[in-house]
Structures are given as C-alpha cells and as structure tokens.
C-alpha cells in the first residue's frame, strides 16, 4: 500500500550547522511532495512543498530535494537555530487532495 | 481570522461514550480535512471534505465515525461507543484549493477514554 518513512527518527545538530532529513516515499503517482514542522503541543505547520515534475526547491533556509528515481526526499535546513527543534514529517499528495504522512523525525538542535 | 480553531482542546470520556468534535477552518478555505494522530506517528488521514461534499473517507474510519460539514463552514467528527484505543489527537486542517498544497492545521482535540 501508500507509504511514507524515514531514514531516522531523531537528528541533533549544532546550532549554525545545516541539518539534512531524508524521507522514503513508495507512491510514484504522488503529485506534491511536502515537509511539514510540528512543535509540541501544536498541529504540524507547513513548510515548503514540491511538486513531483521538479527536483528541487528552495525557500527561506530550506531546500528541498526530490529524488524520483529512488523515490528519496530531503529537507535541508542551513544555519539550524534552537527554533527549529521540533519533528519534521514528509508528506505526499496525491490528485485527490489526500496527503499521507510519515512517522517523523525528531531535530534536536544544540546550542 | 486566526486560522482553524478546534473545540474542546481536551476530552476524557469513559468507554462507550459518544464523543462530538468541531473544527472551524480559515473563513475562505473550501477543504476540510481530519487526521488522527498517536504519540510518536504521523497523522493518518481520516476524511476529506469540499465545501459540504465529503470526498473521501478512509478504511481507518470504522462505522462508529461520522463527520459532517453541512453547509460548508464549520465541520463535526462524531465517535459513537467510544472504545480506548480512540484515545489521540484529532486534528482538523483546512486549504484553499487548486494550486496549494499548504493546509494549515489547528491544535488538534485530545481525546482519552477511560
């Protein structure tokens, strides 16, 4: 069935480094791939998305990468600070507007 | 507008119960959609609506669930005969629609049955 996973469920990074999280998805017919950001206690916030004919997209501080030949899929984030501790979730859309989660992965950012 | 507003934030209910959670999205949003989400998990999708038109509604969505959305604003998830494995967020988001994929959530309904 529809699948989404991640390489790790926890990533710790020095406050300033760049972080990189990757995901595995299993849907080739997804039309938009997303990143979401989810802080405790909250619901996740959308982060950038791309959508299946690009490879890659930038936003402010993260880039995201797709990578259709081995259905691979990382967010990076440059110049990681304290506010960006939270789980990161990818996510896939498909043209019905249903969007399949990941299990997450935790960013832990030292100062 | 400050976004999707979900309503209680909490709700402990004893096994068996019927159990009733709103969700008001962002005012010009026509999606609708719920998640369910266990500590540790990504949210599973649950339902999805279009204005009042619910679209799609997953295999997790026993008969005990219901949800509506009758005139297109405001939408309720219904659990009848709560049973404990229930107990976990419910999350409601909303979008715009074509082009967007950014749906923005709210802070989610904690249940636990007792």
């Known amino acids: 069935g529809e699948s989404v996973g991640l390489h790790l469920p926890t990533l710790s990074v020095q406050e300033g480094d760049n972080s990189i999280i990757n995901c595995a998805y299993s849907?080739?017919?997804?039309?938009?791939f997303i990143w979401y950001k989810q802080e405790s206690g909250k619901g996740p916030q959308f982060i950038i998305d791309?959508?299946?004919?690009?490879d890659k997209r930038q936003g402010q501080r993260v880039t995201v990468l797709l990578n259709k030949t081995v259905k691979h899929l990382s967010l990076q984030i440059a110049a990681t600070q304290p506010g960006d501790s939270a789980v990161y979730f990818c996510?896939?859309?498909?043209?019905?507007?249903?969007?399949?989660f990941g299990a997450g992965t935790r960013l832990f950012v030292k100062a | 507008d400050t976004g999707v507003s979900q309503d209680p934030r909490h709700k402990i209910t004893k096994r068996g119960q019927n159990v009733t959670f709103r969700c008001d999205p962002i005012?010009?949003?026509?999606?609708l959609y719920w998640y369910r989400q266990t500590l540790g998990q990504g949210p599973e999708f649950l339902t999805y609506?279009?204005?009042?038109?619910?679209?799609?509604k997953s295999r997790l969505l026993s008969d005990r669930f219901s949800a509506e959305r009758p005139k297109g604003s405001f939408s309720t998830l219904e659990i009848q005969r709560t049973e404990q494995g229930d107990s976990a967020m419910y999350l409601c988001?909303?979008?715009?629609?074509?082009?967007?994929?950014?749906?923005?959530f709210g802070q989610g309904t904690r249940l636990t049955v007792v």
């Open positions: 988001a909303s979008s715009s629609g074509v082009g967007s994929t950014e749906a923005f």
């Open positions: 849907n080739s017919a997804s039309d938009y």
């Open positions: 791309i959508r299946s004919n690009m």
């Open positions: 005012s010009e949003h026509n999606r």
């Open positions: 996510a896939e859309r498909d043209r019905g507007f249903k969007t399949i």
């Open positions: 609506f279009q204005n009042e038109a619910q679209l799609e």
